[in-house]
């Protein structure tokens, strides 16, 4: 058996298609394509959890991602595990274990329960006024008591097994939601020839049309014209189809974040198959086609398990085959409800009264009801429900007074009206505006290159919906570019016409009244916590919602700001847009942590970037320190060395001889373009348009605020191409600081910025006998001194690969930088070693590099630097153009306190004893307001000694510059 309350003939499930699984340790039978929600009712089981705060029994109330209720622990096995799990969502597999949060030692009897008891105590912002005093019992008493009861569910302890993916992908039109509306706009947009992907978050396409059985679309039900649209859409090329997949987050310049639940339905995925794909969409145009909540109403004691949406119970019905109740009892503001009740009855179930809050209902479905028998009782309200773990009966009262009527049911199904979906819209930065005549907010402003169609754009007809979603879709496609395709004629019918609605609180949760009348299920707030916040003098909607935590639960008051905002207006006495609208934030729905980390995790958490040389250096034996993500070697030490005694010998060899050193790490950006100098001129310090086409310069770079950014050597390699070289740790940074400025202060000049740091392997070889160890190697290029001077730059090959080749220094010695393409970087290195080696040089890491140019007084921005030193602090006013009107940091630089005397210098620091090492870290005792002290002896204090030091200039090693042009 899969449930007594599954109706033989009704659904869409394969009867013959069973899954079996637990709730709470008790085996119960599925069909497949159930969710936990509707499996669960089929088998006569409405009592799903504990309410947050008090604690009460909660019921299964919706049959979507609006779900407040049925947050459920889902697992596989134990480490696959996950709590909160909407159990209107989640699809049975077989094999599944579902558990209930928030009870002890059972479901149906709950220690909690007695917090409703003591409710009086906790009325809304209690947590603002409680806790205060004694002061010490918040560390030891009431913190770790808040942090044990916070939250539903319990986080997984266990390491997750399974495996996450991510995609980026741009498409010409992008639509959300394959209801009617969606499916049409995609329809359209396609037969236009666009490149079109559409997303829904439930397993088939359809949406509204899963329970909506009196909806017929080009003379087919509604359902089956979804399926067989849905499939002629996935066969075309140019279309993308994602069920199973929820956009969370509308962003910047129509980004849109989708995750799709890959496996999470599967009994048996397979290994190969990640569980959540993340889709990074970015798209021409965006059609949101999201649909509408339903509301509940908010009356007294309307959180009993039984008591849920009308649309759920359709949903149940119509397409899971499976009946909320055999008594079923509705209580409705509009007319939507109406056909539930219709299609209960028509399923064999009683319908004991439709109560009608409005006076007057909708003339069709009142007709259709009389027609069926049922009992319409309109102008009255349910004042109660009774019942402790299910509601068992609801009491009626005609409004404004009297008698009330006691009416048995086992089910509720209620209905306040339909809020449009305008979450994404809210997120794209539009602007909401407020439709008087309807009572809810619709699309107003837009910000971004987006359409809404159907109910989220407050478009209630079905050939309403349909005209306009077509013609969005032909609108969004012809402006992304697409002009092929033919137009998309259908016609569509709903089978009855829906009228009324209400938001705020319904007869008997009034003003006058401190009944518990919920708005905000999954935090417990009623109707009076609302108006006790207005009491307490919470005017603002953003100070109600933080003061009550109405709709700051899981479910972002999908079901509860209408509410909230209509009660909060009503005790303020204004108008419900004077009061305004809470922000609709990131993500929709929850996303799992796996779903945004993807794979950066575990090793690709923090990934080690590797120089194309590192092979060779590991072999080798170089010890190596992290620089950034990068891996570079730190010193080679021979058997027996210390690091001290590898870098001494290091030093020495280069200095006398040569050394190779991988410096492949440094920022590469290739700056191209007619207005290339022009632009240089403008991010640095000096000037760059009368660099002549191979040579090469140093350049500083400056933030807004004047101070040091970044460093580099750069080469001209023709009028419109420069080679820029950065800071190992700055290539992201530089790169984007120049394309923020060349896209927001810049654009009228004609430049293009490409990253090529991984592009180019490049191998320093330093000391005097550099230029003897590459010249047999290096083709089509002069390494004369006179041709090839100083600060030179040249395009030729080395060992037959293409090489750019400059003459430059890090460390004060003649020395070449080699750069080839990545590929061909350890080839060209062992070549180059192979000559190295038999002349006495060594390989060499950045320990001895630090050494030789802080001998040489070079600078590395990030070490020397600690970005409040300005060029002149840093002893580079040299390298700041007197000359230029204008460059990036240009102004910061002039303030008074950059300017002024006094200000701390980098300066170079020798030990009185050459023998000592000064340890990293040291305080240095001086007078703080002497002018920089060349020539004075200061002291360092150690917890052992005290070392004596004398203030020197920075350049400690061939002051004149001999070696480095020899």
């Not at 929820?246 to 569980?275: C, I, M, Q, S």
């Not at 950065?726 to 060349?742: F, I, K, S």
């Amino acid at each position: 058996m899969t449930g007594v309350n599954r109706i033989s003939g009704a659904g869409r499930l394969t009867p013959a298609r069973t899954a079996r699984f637990t709730f709470d340790g008790r085996t119960l039978t599925a069909l497949e394509g159930d969710t936990i929600a509707s499996a669960l009712i089929a088998n006569d089981i409405h009592l799903v959890g504990r309410s947050f705060k008090y604690h009460r029994p909660r019921g299964i109330l919706s049959a979507g991602a609006e779900e407040p209720n049925a947050l459920l622990d889902v697992s596989r096995d134990a480490a696959r595990r996950q709590p909160n799990v909407r159990a209107t969502v989640q699809e049975v597999f077989d094999g599944m274990r579902v558990s209930s949060q928030n009870r002890w030692p059972s479901l149906a009897f709950d220690v909690g329960g007695f917090n409703d008891l003591l409710s009086p105590f906790f009325a809304a912002g209690f947590y603002y006024k409680t806790f205060m005093w004694p002061k010490a019992a918040w560390h030891k008493l009431y913190e770790p008591f808040i942090r044990r009861a916070a939250g539903l569910g319990v986080a997984p302890t266990e390491t997750d097994p399974d495996h996450y993916a991510s995609r980026y992908v741009h498409c010409d039109v992008l639509v959300v939601g394959a209801g009617a509306a969606g499916l049409a706009a995609a329809l359209a947009a396609a037969n236009a020839g666009a490149k079109v992907i559409l997303c829904d978050e439930q397993p088939a396409v359809g949406g509204a049309l899963h329970y909506d059985s009196g909806s017929e679309i080009d003379g087919r039900a509604g359902y089956d014209w979804a399926l067989a649209t849905g499939k002629a859409l996935a066969a075309m090329d140019n279309v993308t189809l994602l069920t199973r997949t929820t956009a969370f987050g509308y962003y910047n310049h129509n980004f849109v974040g989708l995750v799709e639940r890959v496996t999470d339905h599967l009994p048996a995925p397979d290994k190969a198959l990640p569980r959540e794909r993340l889709w990074q969409v970015r798209a021409k145009k965006v059609i949101l086609a999201n649909g509408s909540i339903e509301r509940h109403m908010v009356f007294p004691n309307n959180d009993r398990p039984g008591i849920m949406l009308a649309s759920a119970g359709r949903t149940y019905l119509n397409h899971f085959g499976v009946a909320v109740g055999k008594k079923v009892g509705i209580y409705a503001a509009h007319d939507s409800a109406y056909e539930a009740a219709f299609d209960l009855r028509k399923a064999g179930i009683d319908i004991p009264a439709i109560v009608d809050c409005r006076e007057k209902p909708g003339d069709m479905v009142l007709a259709e009801a009389r027609s069926l028998g049922i009992e319409v009782l309109s102008g009255q309200s349910v004042v109660n429900t009774s019942g402790k773990l299910r509601i068992s009966s609801i009491s009626v009262a005609r409004n404004g007074g009297g008698a009330a009527r006691k009416i048995a049911v086992d089910a509720l199904l209620v209905s306040a009206g339909w809020t449009p979906s305008v979450h994404l819209f809210s997120q794209s930065r539009g602007k909401v505006t407020f439709d008087a005549a309807t009572e809810r907010f619709l699309p107003g402003t837009y910000a971004q290159e987006c359409l809404s169609v159907g109910a989220c754009n407050g478009t209630d007809d079905l050939q309403a919906t349909i005209d306009e979603a077509l013609a969005a879709g032909e609108l969004a496609a012809r402006a992304a570019g697409a002009e092929g395709g033919v137009q998309v004629a259908l016609s569509g019918r709903n089978a009855f016409e829906w009228t009324g609605g209400m938001i705020g609180a319904a007869e008997g949760a009034g003003q006058d009244t401190t009944v518990k009348a919920f708005i905000d299920f999954q935090h417990d707030v009623c109707a009076k916590d609302i108006r006790l916040a207005v009491r307490e003098g919470m005017h603002s909607i953003e100070h109600i919602k933080r003061f009550t935590t109405n709709g700051m639960a899981s479910d972002q008051g999908k079901l509860s700001n209408m509410h909230g905002l209509a009660i909060a207006a009503e005790a303020l006495g204004k108008e419900i847009p004077q009061v305004g609208l809470t922000t609709f934030r990131q993500p929709y729905t929850p996303v799992t942590f796996g779903t945004i980390v993807s794979h950066s995790r575990g090793n690709l958490f923090d990934p080690a970037r590797k120089t194309p040389i590192h092979a060779w250096e590991e072999a080798h034996g170089a010890e190596f320190e992290d620089v950034g993500n990068w891996k570079r070697a730190w010193f080679y030490p021979k058997a027996g060395e210390n690091m001290h005694e590898a870098v001494a010998r290091e030093c020495k060899t280069v200095r006398d001889v040569a050394g190779v050193f991988d410096a492949s790490t440094l920022g590469k950006i290739e700056v191209v373009g007619p207005d290339a100098a022009a632009f240089l001129n403008l991010m640095y310090t000096n000037a760059w348009d009368n660099l002549k086409p191979g040579r090469c310069r140093y350049g500083i770079m400056l933030r807004d605020d004047g101070f040091v950014y970044d460093d580099g050597v750069v080469g001209r390699l023709a009028d419109d191409r420069f080679h820029v070289t950065t800071t190992t740790g700055g290539a992201p940074r530089v790169l984007h600081h120049m394309e923020d400025y060349l896209q927001t202060e810049f654009p009228h000049l004609k430049v293009w910025l490409t990253s090529t740091t991984e592009q180019w392997a490049v191998i320093a070889v330093q000391g005097p006998r550099a230029r003897e160890i590459i010249a047999p190697l290096v083709e089509g290029i002069d390494l004369s001194k006179e041709a090839f001077p100083h600060m030179s730059v040249a395009e030729g090959s080395i060992c037959g690969v293409p090489t750019r080749l400059f003459r430059m220094s890090f460390t004060g010695e003649l020395g070449f930088e080699v750069n080839v393409p990545a590929d061909f970087g350890q080839a060209v290195w062992e070549a180059i070693w192979a000559r190295a080696e038999p002349m006495g040089a060594c390989a060499y890491g950045t320990e001895t590099m630090h050494v030789l140019r802080a001998e040489k007084g070079y600078i590395i921005v990030g070490q020397d630097t600690d970005g409040t030193l300005t060029p002149e602090d840093a002893g580079l006013s040299w390298a700041v153009s007197k000359k230029k009107p204008d460059f990036v940091g240009i102004r910061g630089m002039k303030r008074p306190d950059l300017v002024k005397e006094g200000r701390k210098q980098l300066v170079g620091l020798l030990a009185k004893d050459p023998q000592v090492v000064l340890e990293e870290g040291a305080q240095i005792v001086a007078d703080p307001n002497q002018p920089k002290p060349n020539g004075q002896t200061l002291y360092v204090p150690m917890a052992d000694r005290t070392i004596a030091v004398e203030v020197s200039d920075m350049v400690f090693f061939d002051k004149e510059g001999g070696r480095l042009h020899g």
